[in-house]
């Protein structure tokens, strides 16, 4: 079985680039007047940076291979925290921002969630 040849640089710019939606969205949420002293809100945008914040030295180092690996295992957070925002942001606003941020955020993740599928098919970042 031959497995395809993936450029682990060029996945992980689209990577970082699909995280600049989380970073903006966890950004809006911080900072709306609307959430200001939501908890479960708080709990979304936390859970947001800290993914944000787990992937920041491997992708500055340029460290693939710890990059994606730390990126499967906060997955699971950021995927959670997408659908919390999806059912709490009705009741949070009906404005066209904030339906958008969860469009926003759940294509971002989805897509993520894709790059990671070609990370696995191709045998990298394997889990130590």
């Known amino acids: 079985m031959t497995s395809e ?3 682990l640089s ?3 710019c689209r990577a970082e680039r699909l995280l600049s939606h989380v970073w ?3 950004t809006f949420l911080k900072h709306s007047p609307e959430t ?14 800290d993914v944000m914040l787990a992937l920041g030295p491997s992708a500055a180092a340029g460290d693939y291979d710890s990059y994606f690996r730390l990126l499967k295992k906060k ?3 950021l995927r959670e925290a997408t659908e919390s925002w999806r ?3 009705p009741e949070v606003s009906s404005h066209m921002n904030f339906r958008m941020s969860v469009e926003s955020l ?3 993740v989805a897509e993520l ?3 990671l599928s070609r990370v696995d098919a191709a045998g990298g970042s394997e889990e130590s």
């Open 5 to 7: 040849r993936i450029d």
């Open 10 to 12: 060029d996945l992980m």
């Open 24 to 26: 903006m969205v966890r």
């Open 36 to 49: 200001e002293d939501d908890v479960e809100v708080s709990q979304i945008h936390r859970a947001l940076y």
């Open 75 to 77: 997955f699971r957070r």
């Open 87 to 89: 059912q709490l942001q």
């Open 106 to 108: 759940t294509a971002a």
């Open 113 to 115: 969630e894709q790059l």
